[in-house]
DNA sequence: GGAATTACCTGACTAAAGTCAGGTATATGA
DNA sequence: TCATATACCTGACTTTAGTCAGGTAATTCC
């Protein structure tokens, strides 16, 4: 990985000149680039930079405005948020960056026959999929936090999707029993979008697995396993030395993950209409 | 493979940062780790580097000078120049640089499974091998050049290794007819260091292909072909209609390189004595 | 309703990264 | 042998990138 590191920096670091010879600085372009790619607020600028101090951002930003590429305006529903929106000319000129950076792409890879390009890309989504796999952070969030909120959406929106109905507010929104200090919602994102959730709450004097989702572009990276270590760890923590959980016949992959996990089939324990496995688990 | 950088860079882009908390900023690392590489002189590091100024360079060398990383001395084959060599301390340094980031890459991978790991290793090293690929530029030089040396240097080695004999000096050092006005030789090169050569020349009225050598690790990359097809473009401007070559049924490879070109099987037209294949080919 | 927090901004810095215009000593080619 | 080129160096810059310490207005929490 190291040595593909040097390498590859060093043939292919040169695509990212191409946002020079925009007669902006590299930092500078990086921002109007990420605006473009749908950035709203300078929090979220510094989000998808990896954190950047916001009085930098800030000053970029003032440099973008002067030059006429973005315009920023109050957010209607937060007066601290500041929206920023690209002016026709910031489009142009994020269009250039575009053009500018498929080119070099081009260029680079003009000596190789098709096949080649073919094996390249296949091998890169394959790394792209594993490295992103791999610096996905699981965090425990409230359950009426825009993201669990999101996470949960998913959920639902799948749910009805496979299964041919939808949930109403029931159970969505806030669920206390999902919160501390008896229960816990866990969100894993990657760039700030939610790609797998989960949580745990104490039902009937056990612990219990819920909202379990992974995203579908994301099955099989072994997310969901990851998630629902985290999640049994969580129930230890909160004193359960056993959790049970409930899914549905449809669900073979989760329900196959269940078992690799170690869990055992046990009768109904619930009375919820849409499951029709259930399962449990002792916690070392 | 451009949403491939933007994704990869933020995420391991952090490893670079190994290069800090060294103590040395960025550049001055590279320097440090390049000479640890093999860099031998200021040239080297500016080309390894990409063309860095000379001045900036220079200056770099003399922080690390300063701190008893390096010792300069002058080049007794070449006074201009100056061999940089790492001290002891210098070596220390450089394995500290390699461990940090050793570790960093350890890191990273840490939440992946072997067997993912296995797969991101595969997927990155066809990558680099298709990118290396990508990059290697095809560069006309004079038969005397070093690089040329070396080519050919391998070129004969293999030719003792795999027929079981070596070749003396006859035909190595230089041969004029491989030199303009009549011939060229041509390198391919990644790093620096020579991955392929071939070299045009005049004989008996028509054009002759010699020293058509591919590195063992690049066999299959299409490299052979890609500078084939510059040699008959260089035969062609030398005012050649016809190109021949000799070879050995040993290196099936290269007899079935010639094939899918175009060329045709035709009798002994030289006394060399290694060669049992020998084709034609007419250029378009 | 007042304290604390958040979202963003400004000003004053620093260090790193890189450029440019000259220099000096050595080597090379006609 | 003399002009030219090369390899490296020095000094004087500029631009980027980033940090830090405060500020202000809006929002949230109790």
Redesign the interface.
């Known amino acids: 990985?190291?040595?593909?590191?040097m390498?590859?920096?060093?043939?292919?670091g040169?695509?990212?000149d191409s946002f020079l010879g925009s007669g902006l600085p590299y930092g500078t372009a990086r921002i109007l680039y990420e605006i473009g790619l749908g950035a709203r607020t300078v929090q979220d600028l510094r989000t998808r930079l990896?954190g950047l101090d916001s009085g930098y951002v800030s000053r970029m930003l003032r440099t973008l405005e002067s030059k006429g590429y973005v315009t920023m305006d109050q957010d209607p529903t937060d007066g601290r948020r500041r929206l920023v929106v690209l002016t026709e000319d910031g489009v142009k000129q994020w269009d250039d960056l575009e053009r500018r950076?498929?080119e070099r792409?081009h260029l680079?890879?003009?000596?190789?026959?098709q096949r080649?390009r073919d094996?390249?890309?296949e091998?890169?989504?394959?790394?792209?999929l594993?490295?992103?796999?791999?610096?996905?952070t699981i965090e425990q969030v409230d359950p009426r936090d825009p993201m669990a909120q999101e996470a949960m959406g998913h959920y639902f929106a799948e749910i009805g999707d496979r299964f041919g109905f939808t949930v109403g507010d029931e159970g969505f929104g806030d669920d206390p029993s999902l919160r501390p200090p008896h229960g816990a919602f866990f969100v894993a994102a990657s760039?700030g979008a939610p790609v797998a959730s989960g949580a745990v709450r104490e039902f009937d004097g056990t612990g219990e697995i819920k909202r379990m989702w992974v995203d579908p572009a994301w099955r099989g990276?072994?997310l969901g396993s990851?998630l629902l270590r985290h999640l049994e760890a969580e129930a230890l923590r909160l004193g359960h030395r056993v959790v049970r959980l409930d899914t549905r016949d449809v669900l073979t992959e989760a329900i196959g993950m269940y078992e690799r996990a170690g869990y055992e089939r046990i009768d109904r324990y619930n009375d919820n209409p849409h499951a029709t496995h259930f399962f449990r688990k002792e916690l070392a």
Chains 1, 2 share one sequence.
């Open positions: 990985m190291r040595k593909f590191n390498s590859y920096v060093r043939r292919v040169a695509l990212e990896g950076s498929e792409a680079l890879l003009d000596p190789l026959t080649q094996r390249l890309n091998a890169l989504a394959t790394a792209d594993l490295v992103r796999a791999a610096t996905i760039d990276a072994g990851r």
